[in-house]
């Protein structure tokens, strides 16, 4: 997916909502990783991992650049 588009000078924040779709509980995950292409610079690559924040409901500002 190419979020060119949405990417703006300074601090971006790359939130994902996910929703396990079954009826049942199972277990649920996510995998992937994150490659940025800069004009003038190095790329950059982010695996996505245990260190990415995760919960089991939603939080108030769980997308926004300051949320911790």
Known sequence: IDITEH???????????VINGSTEPNPAGLIGK???AFANKAGLTAQIDET???SAKVE?????????
């Open 7 to 17: 990417m703006r000078p300074g601090e971006n924040v790359f939130a994902v909502e």
């Open 52 to 54: 990415w924040k995760a």
């Open 34 to 36: 994150i490659e940025v």
């Open 60 to 68: 108030a500002g769980w997308n926004a650049v300051r949320f911790d």
